[in-house]
């Protein structure tokens, strides 16, 4: 026998053993030939899940996955907020090593290397499919996703707040991902990443014809989204791809629910928002049926599914493959377990907190430490820290040595940040007093910030005042503000409020030296975040170019970019005020300037696109416009005349533009009539054919609908529908000239 076959031989064994010992009848899809879908339900507690001992609504198909595979009973969140915990998740790196601790102020460095990029390299295909505009393109966790298909926005309407609450329901991702599982190469692996957003608040699960959903509240949103898992799992067990697939479930985070005075989540770091589901579903890899009941890591989750994959881990990760305790009988009661919030101090100049936990006690560090015995206490009400002092300093001697292993001082911090003598200098000349800008804020700066649990009512009014803000009540916003400022008028946050509801009720007059005030408040604040203090001046610069006073704007916005040149809004804002002003030259050079840092800025194109067609630049027009297409964004006005620039030479982009167009904006069947031609140009007659129903659903007395219905009809080569199609166009207008032609051409043929 030769040395190949005895090793083929002992390789078969080894399979014939491992599938025994795990209790399969059959030979399990080896490692080598498995894909894998990773599902992030963000928001999702681990308790409300049935296999977590969760009561109050059913969860079968969450539940299913748990039964069939290992579920991990402890597992922790790094950091209770959507982007830095998929930065982390898709990384294998903690928060502070990669540097990204808060949505939208923060992107994943292009140099780290993720999951998909890894997957990629070894020629998986990948597909993420995101239903938050927090994980859009542009954040970082597109970074080897071939196909990633995000949340379409409008930018140009509402305020930064309406834009980060942009959504869409686990029902219209899975639309997107069926489509994918169709359209795939099915000769390649996958690595598929579907993101469910719909436990956020607000608890609104949409109510579909034929899904019974049970609960109320939080609860129904989880029952909403097991039912759409439970479709997703069903399309890949259809597709036979499910037993060839490791599927991996995790939550991003919890959701406090009033635990400890929270609402949401962002502020705290305890277990309502830091524990959530995990499983593992890969059959003849992970027993059916494990649990492993001490604490892990998201942060492992990459070593995991590489581990799982036979593949290496990622070389930058910090969280170890988990499969040794899904393996073993050691179910790591002594693993420790981490966390950390920088929301409060970015958002609201309080102190960040950081936790360390092991299987029973855990210590969260903040200006006033806690310690809690989670097994007599789990919910967190009686602080030990002066009772057990010495335990209580053991953990935070243990957190404070292990944060200096994994903090990457090369990682860009928003939170410190130094204002050069040159910047002071400017700050002065625009009219700003502040003898004493805070020239440093650092991370272990020695400053002493308020704690946010002394924090937490003023912060739920704060909350109170922006929802209304949001829904239209500035008057009610402002009316909260001023009441917050009136008793804490260093609440920048407040302010910022107090602002907004102002311009909005158009009160500019009074809103001028609110956000005067409100630069020198942040600048000279040294607690006060860099965010916080760009967005001061950027605040500033809009009431200006909303009072028509060009040139103070203009200084403030230079001082913006200068400060920030990855700021959109102001790039944008600016060179939009600059094309007002008539000056395209200088608008040009600020969007070009920007783009050639973000090339894929749906917004920044769309407004190079406008000064394009302004100057007559047709060609640099038809570009932009592809380019639009390409990144799938911009806002829609110009995403509609973008597809009529390309509709003759591209209409497969064309018809792009107009489906980013159409999902930010209401059904419009005249709309919908041009989408419908340029895919039936681009050779997409099955979903010109969906597109033209959906348009004369709405108007059924359109006799071109039923024409092109007709046509397309008669491509996809069904001349019966055909026929129909074109006597009905005949019926709603006697003289269809190209109707008539077609049915004599019919009937001669
Ligand atoms: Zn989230």
């Given at each position: 026998?030769?040395?190949?076959?005895?090793?083929?031989?002992?390789?078969?064994?080894?399979?014939?053993?491992?599938?025994?010992?795990?209790?399969?009848?059959?030979?399990?899809?080896?490692?080598?030939?498995?894909?894998?879908?990773?599902v992030t339900l963000d928001t999702t507690r681990s308790d409300r899940l049935g296999a977590y001992g969760g009561t109050a609504v059913p969860t079968p198909n969450l539940d299913r996955v748990a039964r069939e595979g290992a579920l991990f009973e402890t597992a922790v969140s790094q950091v209770p907020l959507t982007l830095p915990s998929h930065a982390s998740l898709m990384t294998g790196r903690y928060p502070a090593s990669l540097g990204v601790r808060h949505n939208g102020i923060y992107r994943l460095p292009e140099d780290v290397t993720t999951l998909a990029e890894r997957l990629a390299e070894e020629g998986f295909e990948t597909a993420g499919f995101v239903s938050s505009f927090v994980l859009n393109r542009g954040f970082g966790v597109e970074q080897?996703?071939?196909?990633?298909?995000?949340?379409?926005?409008?930018?140009?309407?509402?305020?930064?707040?309406?834009?980060?609450?942009?959504?869409?329901?686990?029902?219209?991702?899975?639309?997107?991902?069926?489509?994918?599982?169709?359209?795939?190469?099915?000769?390649?692996?996958?690595?598929?990443?579907?993101?469910?957003?719909?436990?956020?608040?607000?608890?609104?699960?949409?109510?579909?014809?034929?899904?019974?959903?049970?609960?109320?509240?939080?609860?129904?949103?989880?029952?909403?989204?097991?039912?759409?898992?439970?479709?997703?799992?069903?399309?890949?067990?259809?597709?036979?791809?499910?037993?060839?697939?490791?599927?991996?479930?995790?939550?991003?985070?919890?959701?406090?629910?009033?635990?400890?005075?929270?609402?949401?989540?962002?502020?705290?770091?305890?277990?309502?928002?830091t524990r959530v589901p995990l499983l593992v579903r890969a059959p003849g890899l992970v027993p059916a049926g494990r649990r492993v009941a001490g604490p892990v890591e998201l942060v492992a989750v990459a070593a995991t599914i590489l581990d799982l994959l036979g593949l290496d881990p990622l070389p930058e990760g910090q969280g170890p493959s988990l499969r040794p305790r899904i393996e073993g009988d050691d179910d790591g009661h002594d693993a420790t377990a981490h966390a950390e919030t920088y929301m409060p101090r970015l958002d609201y100049g309080w102190s960040e907190l950081t936790m360390v936990r092991d299987g029973r006690f855990k210590l969260i560090q903040a200006p006033?430490?806690?310690?809690?015995?989670?097994?007599?206490?789990?919910?967190?009400?009686?602080?030990?820290?002066?009772?057990?002092?010495?335990?209580?300093?053991?953990?935070?001697?243990?957190?404070?040595?292990?944060?200096?292993?994994?903090?990457?001082?090369?990682?860009?911090?928003?939170?410190?940040?130094?204002?050069?003598?040159?910047?002071?200098?400017?700050?002065?000349?625009?009219?700003?007093?502040?003898?004493?800008?805070?020239?440093?804020?650092?991370?272990?700066?020695?400053?002493?910030?308020?704690?946010?649990?002394?924090?937490?009512?003023?912060?739920?009014?704060?909350?109170?005042?922006?929802r209304r803000l949001n829904t239209g009540d500035a008057l009610g916003a402002l009316e909260i503000s001023e009441d917050i400022l009136g008793e804490h008028p260093e609440n920048h946050q407040a302010r910022v409020t107090r602002i907004l509801a102002l311009i909005d009720l158009g009160r500019l007059v009074e809103a001028e030296p609110v956000a005067r005030a409100h630069v020198e408040a942040t600048q000279t604040d040294p607690a006060a975040s860099v965010a916080l203090r760009e967005g001061s001046l950027e605040l500033m610069a809009t009431v200006y170019r909303l009072q028509g006073r060009i040139d103070e704007a203009e200084r403030h916005y230079r001082l913006v970019l200068d400060l920030n040149p990855d700021s959109e809004t102001s790039a944008v804002d600016f060179a939009t005020l600059l094309l007002e002003s008539d000056r395209p030259a200088e608008a040009r050079e600020i969007v070009d300037a920007f783009l050639a840092r973000h090339p894929s800025s749906g917004i920044a194109?769309?407004?190079?696109?406008?000064?394009?067609?302004?100057?007559?630049?047709?060609?640099?027009?038809?570009?932009?416009?592809?380019?639009?297409?390409?990144?799938?964004?911009?806002?829609?006005?110009?995403?509609?005349?973008?597809?009529?620039?390309?509709?003759?030479?591209?209409?497969?982009?064309?018809?792009?533009?107009?489906?980013?167009?159409?999902?930010?904006?209401?059904?419009?069947?005249?709309?919908?009539?041009?989408?419908?031609?340029?895919?039936?140009?681009?050779?997409?007659?099955?979903?010109?054919?969906?597109?033209?129903?959906?348009?004369?659903?709405?108007?059924?007395?359109?006799?071109?609908?039923?024409y092109h219905l007709g046509v397309v009809a008669l491509e996809l080569g069904d001349e019966k529908e055909g026929r129909f199609r074109l006597e009905q166009a005949l019926r709603l207008d006697a003289g269809y000239r190209e109707a008539q032609e077609l049915l004599r051409r019919l009937e001669g043929s």
């Open positions: 026998m030769s040395a190949t076959r005895v090793r083929m031989r002992l390789a078969g064994l080894q399979i014939a053993v491992v599938a025994l010992a795990l209790g399969e009848c059959s030979e399990p899809v080896p490692a080598s030939r498995r894909s894998v879908v990773l080897g996703f071939e196909r990633f298909d995000d949340v379409p926005v409008d930018r140009f309407q509402g305020n930064r707040d309406q834009l980060f609450e942009a959504e869409r329901s686990a029902d219209d991702v899975n639309e997107q991902v069926f489509r994918w599982l169709e359209e795939r190469d099915p000769d390649r692996r996958f690595f598929l990443w579907v993101h469910y957003y719909d436990p956020h608040d607000p608890y609104d699960p949409p109510e579909r014809e034929g899904r019974r959903l049970h609960g109320t509240g939080y609860d129904r949103e989880i029952s909403y989204v097991d039912s759409c898992f439970g479709d997703l799992v069903d399309r890949l067990g259809e597709a036979d791809l499910l037993d060839s697939t490791i599927v991996v479930v995790a939550g991003d985070h919890g959701e406090s629910l009033g635990d400890h005075g929270e609402s949401t989540h962002g502020v705290f770091i305890y277990e309502a928002s006033t430490p806690e310690l809690y015995d989670l097994r007599d206490d789990p919910g967190e009400t009686l602080n030990l820290f002066q009772e057990d002092t010495e335990r209580g300093e053991r953990l935070a001697a243990s957190l404070a040595s292990w944060a200096k292993t994994i903090e990457d001082a090369s990682a860009e911090s928003q939170a410190s940040r130094t204002l050069s003598a040159e910047e002071q200098e400017r700050l002065r000349s625009l009219g700003y007093l502040g003898g004493e800008f805070s020239a440093t804020v650092g991370e272990g700066d020695g400053i002493a910030r308020p704690d946010p649990k002394e924090m937490i009512a003023q912060l739920e009014r704060f909350l109170e005042s922006r194109l769309a407004t190079r696109f406008r000064l394009e067609e302004l100057s007559g630049d047709q060609d640099g027009a038809r570009r932009t416009a592809a380019a639009m297409a390409d990144a799938r964004g911009g806002d829609p006005e110009a995403l509609i005349r973008a597809s009529r620039v390309l509709s003759q030479h591209d209409p497969a982009r064309a018809a792009v533009c107009l489906e980013v167009a159409l999902a930010a904006l209401a059904p419009d069947p005249a709309l919908l009539a041009q989408l419908g031609a340029v895919q039936a140009r681009s050779g997409r007659l099955e979903d010109a054919r969906e597109t033209f129903l959906a348009a004369s659903r709405m108007a059924p007395r359109d006799p071109r609908l039923q």
